[in-house]
């Protein structure tokens, strides 16, 4: 079951939630004229999830830099009379190439279920989109000794069986971790990673191996080395440290310096 065979290439991705206006574009212009220097974080893949009123204009800047766009969430109807919700097609039309889904934040808010969250990233992968797939237990769970369990239950309901480890990305994000500054050790996280690395292979077969399995909460600069080099650890979602390109820039400066 080791990773290292075919370790895939990391992603480093921003997740803006509701925050940024048009001026906020900057700190986003900032970011792909670093990762335009020569030899800057060769190693790793880029993204930012702004919010939905700047994506189009977003995608637009980032057309040909190494700048992924992606939405934080979609619906998983492609139309219809769905008030205020944006389908997976129509955040690829406007240049978006993945979407977010079961972010914690819209399990507790919004009440998404994983069924739910397993029917959005079918409509991601419809529209072509890839589904950054979240899950990640609570405080409560892990203090309650429960969260590989919880974890493994998550992953089992919300992943599509259209996924496989090219089109698919799940983040591992601790609830208790996010917007926190706390963070598991790195040894929890290994054993988190391990078991839903684990739980893909079974899935997905030995193939898995090159999934992208993305670690998410409280990330920044000064963490950024020991958590991306965690076993089984391709990348994060950032939250916090995503809003200033110079926060965002120092977690490749720190992880994947070239
Ligand atoms: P923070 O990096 O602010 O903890 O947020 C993590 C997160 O929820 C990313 O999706």
Redesign the pocket.
Known sequence: MSASASRPRPLV???W?MNGLKAGLAEARAVIARLAEPGFATGADAMI?PPATLLAELATLAKGTRLQVGGQDCHTAVSGANTGDISAQMLADAGVTAV?VG???RRADHAESSALVRKKAEAALAAGLTPII?IGETAGERQAGLTLQVVRRQLEDSLPSASNPANTVV?Y?PVW?????QTPTATDVAEVHAAIRETLVKRLGPGASALRLLY?????ASNARELMGVANVDGA??????LKASDFLGIFAEAYAS
Do not use: D, P, R
């Open positions: 991705a921003g997740n939630k999830c977010i972010h914690s934040e979240c983040a994000e971790a996010i917007g926190t500054g998410g909460g409280s990330v920044k979602l950032v939250g916090g440290a995503s």
